[in-house]
């Protein structure tokens, strides 16, 4: 007789059903229309697939295309049906490794003396629709470690046999769809058929196992989707990300660059760039200063044994730039890796009382630490980079009322600059790693308690991640959503019981006893560098007017009105605008396309009629002609914009 067994599901229920049922037999118990959506299970917080039995109490949820399980299962699949293509198209052809990525999937595949472009991959595709309509079943079945060798051995197939090296016999599961069959853990959709969108955007080399010593082999990289509407709009979004790429519109718009002779990851701020990051700097330290902030300015580099102390050379010495030695024997320094440990000596430097506090000290501060070279990228990647930081020194009953003024300013800097899609992570240990992290389980429990507290009180939605903390402490992180509706993590904030603890700084209270303060870090930018590359791609180019290097441009109809045209420049100038003469012997049309390109918000055009009536043709970058006004009009209307 078979027995029974208890399903939780999300909602609390707890349904009953006789072992070995599967996860989709428990959706259709709900609804055939549950049922059709249905990719994957989450059983006990491990991704199954939908088809797999369950023979024991579980707490059940069902994933679909809205769940990121149910598309890594979805995009998994999908690497298995391109595979099955390719042993199709490319008879021979070995498999190294096919995971799904942030969107799609790849697989890493050794076509022998074949070799496969971009123009390759049509056909591919076609062959994967082909194989997706048979509906085949992708089927799980376990096998021992001696049957999987021989069958990969039979193949050729060195790669999954030295995959089956590092796999202990009884953990070995094999899946087939259709007439392919490959060395997998799973999980996967239940048919091929609930594939019907594909798209295979890339061919690349990647090193076997990323060791540059082995072969290498040829990644292919594909997405796919359950409509074909899905596809296209992911493919239009596509298109508009390459269009706003920082590192394109970095280069048209003359802001950044990099230079291989001064080293990779190490960017080099144009003079336009250092405009518009100057004026966001500015616009901080202003608000800052309203704050109680005392601005402090500290080395690039200092003794090895600081970073020692503070923990972030066990943290980040071997992603740093290695030691420096100096002539004197055994004496090492640091490019620094955070601003931290400068600002905790600065507390240290002088006795302090309880009535200094809180110390809220401020520095745009450049940190180093070497990412790998295939880590690099633009300004989001770098070696370098400039963090708008503050450090907090405050009483522990001064933690949440501080806590709450950082995030009134981070708030308000996103607002500032056009940021208003965004949720907040609170990040907090991993209970399974305890010794990832520094200091007492006694103030990590009040770092964590005041974080929390801190975000009900404003009112935020948050979600909780176990596991992403600093090192020293909790955090809070603005996840932001850009333009196109992808998410990047901008803002922190992180109470920090521990460095006070190991650099033993201290106060004296009111009764006259030494006592450790909390020190709170924050950085509403994050990084300069990141926070403009995103900035970039946000909003295309188009800066809000109060930011962008250049907010109008002059252009004359011909050389006769260049004098009359640098005196517009002049009395705006005057008035506080930025902006030039297009000086060039090119025609008018010419001149309006070339500005258009370099987005600049105005364009005033002058010759006769302007020149004698002292007026200006206003034309609006991506909107056309605004009519003729006087100068000085012009600029009182830019000014109530800004």
């Known amino acids: 007789m078979t027995s029974e067994i208890k399903i939780t599901l999300p909602d609390g229920s707890v349904r009953t ?11 259709r118990s709900i609804s055939e229309g549950l049922a059709r959506n249905v990719l994957a299970a989450e059983v006990d917080g491990e991704i199954w697939d939908a ?18 399980g149910g598309k890594k299962a979805y995009w998994h699949s999908s690497a298995h049906l391109m595979a099955e293509a390719l042993e199709a198209l490319y008879p021979g052809v070995k498999f190294g490794i096919g995971p799904p990525i942030e969107n799609g999937f790849y697989y890493d595949v050794d076509l022998g003396d074949r070799t496969l472009s971009v123009e390759d991959l049509p056909k591919i595709e076609a062959k994967m629709k082909e194989l997706a309509r048979q509906k085949n079943p992708y089927i799980r079945k376990e096998v021992p470690k001696e049957e999987a060798i021989a069958y990969f051995r039979e193949k050729g197939d060195e790669y999954k046999l030295e995959l089956l090296e590092e796999l202990e016999d009884g953990e070995i599961t094999f899946y087939t769809q259709g007439q392919f069959t490959d060395l997998c853990r799973g999980p996967h959709i239940p048919d091929t058929g609930k594939i019907k969108a594909v798209k295979l955007t890339a061919v690349a080399g990647a090193y076997w196992r990323g060791d540059e010593t082995r072969k290498q082999l040829t990644r292919i990289y594909g997405i796919t989707f359950p409509k074909q509407k899905e596809l296209d709009e992911y493919l239009h979004r596509l298109e508009e990300a390459r269009k706003r790429d920082h590192r394109k519109l970095g280069k048209e718009l ?6 291989e002779k ?17 004026r966001l700097e500015d616009f901080l330290k202003q608000e800052q200063l309203k704050r109680g902030y005392q601005p402090v300015i500290t080395p690039h580099l200092g003794k090895k044994d600081l970073y020692v102390t503070s923990g972030h050379y066990a943290k980040y010495g071997e992603d740093s730039f290695q030691p420096i030695h100096t002539p004197k024997e055994g004496e090492e320094f640091l490019l620094k890796p955070m601003n931290c440990p400068h600002h905790c000596e600065i507390f240290g430097h002088r006795p302090r009382s309880y009535k200094d506090l809180p110390l809220r000290i401020a520095e745009f501060g450049t940190v180093y630490r070497y990412e790998q070279s295939g880590e690099l990228h633009g300004l989001t990647r770098v070696r370098g980079f400039t963090q708008d930081d503050a450090h907090i020194f405050c009483t522990p009953d001064q933690v949440k009322g501080e806590f709450l003024n950082v995030l009134e300013l981070t708030r308000h800097v996103l607002q500032k600059l056009g940021f208003e899609d965004y949720t907040v992570q609170i990040s907090l240990r991993d209970p399974e790693n305890p010794e990832k992290y520094i200091g007492s389980e006694e103030n990590w429990e009040k770092a964590e308690r005041a974080i929390v507290e801190a975000v009900e009180e404003a009112g935020l939605e948050a979600v909780t991640e176990l596991g992403e903390a600093a090192f020293y402490g909790p955090k809070l992180d ?3 959503k850009d333009a196109l509706g992808r998410s990047w993590q901008l803002g922190t904030i992180q109470v920090d019981y521990n460095l006070p603890e190991r650099f033993q700084l201290e106060y004296i209270g009111p009764d006259n006893k030494p006592h450790r303060p909390v020190m709170i870090h924050r950085a509403p930018f994050g990084s300069m560098e990141r926070f403009v590359g995103v900035l970039i791609e946000h909003t295309g180019g188009n800066f809000p007017l109060w930011l962008t290097p250049t907010q109008f441009i002059v252009l ?16 705006l100038s005057a008035l506080g605008l930025r902006g030039e003469v297009d000086e060039r012997a090119e025609k008018i049309g010419r001149k309006i396309r070339d500005a258009e390109l370099k987005k600049i918000p105005y364009m005033l055009i002058v010759g006769e009629k302007e020149m004698e009536s002292k007026t200006v043709a206003v034309r609006k970058h991506g909107q056309g002609d605004q009519g003729v006004e006087r100068v000085k009009a012009f600029a009182e209307r830019l000014a109530l914009s800004l």
């Not at 003359?254 to 230079?259: A, D, G, K, Q």
């Not at 003079?271 to 100057?278: A, D, F, V």
């Open 254 to 259: 003359e802001l950044f660059m990099f230079s």
């Open 51 to 68: 088809t797999r039995p369950i023979t024991r109490d579980v707490a059940l949820k069902l994933l679909t295309w809205q769940d990121l």
């Open 478 to 480: 603005f996840m932001v």
């Open 17 to 27: 059903y006789q072992s070995g049922v599967t996860a989709m037999d428990v959706a």
């Open 556 to 571: 004359p109809i011909s050389d006769r009105f260049l004098d009359y045209a640098k005196e517009v420049v002049a009395e």
């Open 262 to 278: 001064v080293g990779a990851g190490l960017p080099i701020w144009l003079p336009k760039g250092t405009q518009l990051r100057s």
